[in-house]
């Protein structure tokens, strides 16, 4: 029986020597790395890009939305940053949709105002969706 020990000892080391390359293999697509699926996962894929909050206000203003009526905010009830658009700007259909646009891209929540709200949130479902039948 101790004769055999040694023999699955070596068998088991084989294997996982023999194994190892294809579990460290770059999935199809990835650029090569050492670290091969584990460089870039496939749930990263599609996932908004981190920028810091007044990046994310700085693409709202862009849209054409007035720099005085745009602010970033901690909100205590969501418990995270979100940009707020003052009540009582007047903003195009394309304005709502460049908004909804870099909402959907940075992952910043958007917060218009009471006047805006109906508009807004249609235009982000309507983009949310498109996005999401990509």
């Given amino acids: ?15 996982a020597v023999l ?3 294809a579990a460290m293999a770059v999935p199809k697509g990835a650029p090569p ?3 091969g699926d584990l460089a870039r996962p496939d749930w990263a894929d599609g996932a908004p890009v981190i920028v810091e909050p007044d990046a994310a206000r ?8 007035d720099g005085a009526r745009v602010t970033v905010r901690d909100d205590a009830r969501l418990r995270e940053t979100v940009l707020v658009v ?18 959907l891209e940075t992952g910043y929540q958007i917060i ?15 983009l949310e969706k498109a996005r999401a039948g990509q």
């Fill in 1 to 15: 029986m101790t004769a055999t020990r040694p023999v699955l000892l070596a068998t088991a080391m084989l294997s």
């Fill in 19 to 21: 194994l190892a390359p």
């Fill in 33 to 35: 790395t050492s670290l």
């Fill in 58 to 65: 700085r693409r709202i203003v862009a849209c054409g939305v």
């Fill in 86 to 103: 003052a009540s009582g700007a007047v903003l195009s259909d394309e304005q709502l949709t460049c908004m909804a646009g870099a909402s």
């Fill in 112 to 126: 218009v105002g009471a006047d805006l709200a109906a508009r807004y949130d249609a235009t982000y479902e309507r």
